[in-house]
Each structure stands twice: as C-alpha cells, then as structure tokens.
C-alpha cells in the first residue's frame, strides 16, 4: 500500500480588528500539486494587501489516497 496526492488546498488566516475574534479564515481549492511554499506565501500576502489585513497564517491541506502497489 502507498499514498497518492489527490488533491490539496490552502488556507490562509487574516488578522483584522474588524474581524470576530481578530480572525478571518479563507480556504482556496485545487492548489497545483507542484506549487512552491514561497508562492503560496505570496499569495497570501497580496489578498491580505488587499483587505488591508495582516497574513496570521498559511496552512496547506492535503488530501491523499491509499492504493494499491503492483507486485
């Protein structure tokens, strides 16, 4: 048995005054299996520009399947 990246998405946290607890979370799909750390990041940080925010935090979530190894 093995696992297989099947897909994976990232989740950037805001921080804002105007926000509940200071707090606002965002979630983004169908991150290209391939992207760098340091582009996420950037990412991040342009929307949080954006918002006028400060980028709190960056988490990437990956979801992976178990299959079956040939022998």
């Known amino acids: 048995m093995n696992f297989e990246l099947a897909e ?3 989740q950037y946290t805001f921080g804002n005054k105007r926000y509940t ?3 606002k979370s965002r979630m983004i799909t169908n991150v290209k299996k391939d ?3 340091a582009d996420l990041k950037k990412v991040g940080q342009a929307i949080a520009g954006l918002q006028e925010d400060s980028l709190d935090g960056v988490i990437l979530v990956q979801k992976q399947r ?3 190894v040939a022998q």
């Open 35 to 37: 992207a760098a750390a």
């Open 21 to 23: 607890n200071g707090l």
């Open 66 to 68: 178990v299959i079956e």
């Open 8 to 10: 994976q998405s990232i």
